[in-house]
Structure formats: C-alpha cells, structure tokens
C-alpha cells in the first residue's frame, strides 16, 4: 500500500495560478504512472491528469487543456500540478491516484482543497 499526501490547495481569484504536491511514500512510485483528479460538491470524481512512469508522456481532460501542467520527480516521491488561468468551475477537492496495471487504484490521500472565486 502506498500513502498519498496532497498539499498546496488554497483561495485564489479566477485567472490566477496555484501549484499541487502530492507526495507518495513507498518504493514503487516510479512503476506506476500517476494521476490528480477532483471532486465538486455534489459531484463525482472526475479525471483531470495523467502521467507516465517516466514522466515522458500527460493526459488532460478537455476543460484544463492548456491551462495545467502535470509533472514528477520520481527521485522525491512526488507528482504535480501546476494550474494556471484558473476558473471558477475548477473550484473542488484535488486529489493524486496510483494507475495500477488493473485501473486506478481505489485508495485516496486527504485530499487538498482549491477555491477559485470569481
């Protein structure tokens, strides 16, 4: 089992930019690509970036296309998310996952907040 640790959430007004840590511990982050997702009240989780193992290869969901950034750095146990322009509609709890060979790994971190106000 690997222990996630979201950090970096915060208030920010609509077109400005925040940076999300999520730290994993264990020995294995780098076999596995990683992903950040979110949840709006009232709404399930959804998809929002995908990284290889490597850190060659990003996914993004259409709405945050160009807008964040995926990274990691395997030698810290650590994935990214650099969000920039941000809009209302981004508001939402930000959470990382593990991409097992199965799906998505089932198991979450705390989560980190993100408020957007327009």
């Known amino acids: 089992q690997v222990q996630l640790v979201e950090s970096g959430g915060g208030l920010v007004q609509a077109g400005g930019s925040l940076r999300l840590s999520c730290a994993a511990s264990g020995r294995t982050f780098s076999s596995n690509d990683m992903g950040w997702f979110r949840q709006a009240p009232g709404k399930e989780r959804e998809f929002v970036a995908r990284?290889?193992?490597?850190?060659?290869?990003?996914y993004y969901a259409s709405p945050v296309k160009g807008r964040f950034t995926i990274s990691r750095d395997n030698a810290k146990n650590t994935v990214y998310l650099q969000m920039n322009s941000l809009k209302a509609e981004d508001t939402a709890v930000y959470y990382c996952r593990i991409l097992m060979p199965t799906g998505w790994a089932d198991y979450w971190g705390q989560g980190t907040q993100v408020t957007v106000s327009s």
């Open positions: 990284i290889s193992r490597s850190g060659d290869i990003t």
